[in-house]
């Protein structure tokens, strides 16, 4: 439940469950990373597009379908995937 005395930016849009992959529209204060999955009931949904590539550009994609992905701060940096945690090779 959001404080509706407390001015927080809302957003809206595509959030995606990397555990199921079932998508939705919803609405979210910003600073609220990962949503409850209305599907799976897992907390593994993600707004879909924080930010996007030009609608042509191919992504990458890990083998459990995520397209979602951390980059550690090692020298060199690897790449995991935030839902099945396996590093990726390019
Ligand atoms: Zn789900
Ligand atoms: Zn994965």
Redesign the pocket.
């Known amino acids: 439940m959001i404080n509706q005395d407390i001015d927080f930016a809302t957003l809206q849009g595509e959030i995606h469950c990397c555990a199921c992959h079932h998508q939705w529209q919803g609405v979210g204060p910003s600073g609220v990373d990962w949503f409850e999955c209305p599907k799976c009931g897992l907390y593994k949904a993600r707004w879909r597009h924080p930010a996007v590539p030009h609608k042509d550009e191919l992504i990458w994609v890990?083998?459990?379908k995520?397209d979602t992905f951390m980059v550690t701060g090692r020298h060199p940096p690897t790449v995991f995937?935030i839902?099945?945690g396996?590093e990726q090779e390019f």
């Open positions: 890990c083998g459990c995520c995937c839902n099945c396996k």
